[in-house]
């Protein structure tokens, strides 16, 4: 098993920036990719970006790409989503998961999650 807990999230306005973090424990996978995903009320949770354990590689969705980060910290077993200029249609609940099966953005490849820190970014 794997466990994910986020933090950081938080009321910020439009502009403004904020560092989400997601630290893992348990058993955890070389070939581990840590992903971002959100939703918003009324709307499916969507990719945000994604790392692998080496290299590492990322990927963005094209929504966030030039304004969000992600990075990780392998000897903390931490991932970090550091988003900058940040818009109101950027809020939502923002969550980390966990997967074996490569960079993915689908959300159904991923099997661990955490519990989800709320973003909201007002105008």
């Known amino acids: ?3 994910l807990v986020e933090s950081g999230g938080g009321l910020v306005q439009a502009g403004g920036s ?3 973090s997601c630290a893992a424990s348990g058993r955890t996978f070389t070939r581990d990719v840590t992903g971002w995903f959100r939703q918003a009320p009324g709307k499916e949770r969507e990719f945000v970006a994604g790392i692998t354990w080496s290299a590492p590689i990322t990927n963005y969705a094209d929504s966030v790409k030039g304004r969000f980060t992600i990075s ?6 931490t991932v970090y989503l550091q988003m900058n200029s940040l818009k109101p249609e950027d809020t939502a609940v923002y969550y980390c998961a966990a997967t074996n099966r490569g960079l993915t953005t689908i959300v159904a490849a991923y099997d661990y999650w955490g519990q989800g820190t709320q973003v909201t970014v007002s105008s």
């Not at 990780?72 to 077993?77: F, I």
């Open 1 to 3: 098993q794997v466990q």
């Open 18 to 20: 904020l560092r989400l």
């Open 72 to 77: 990780r910290d392998n000897a903390k077993n």
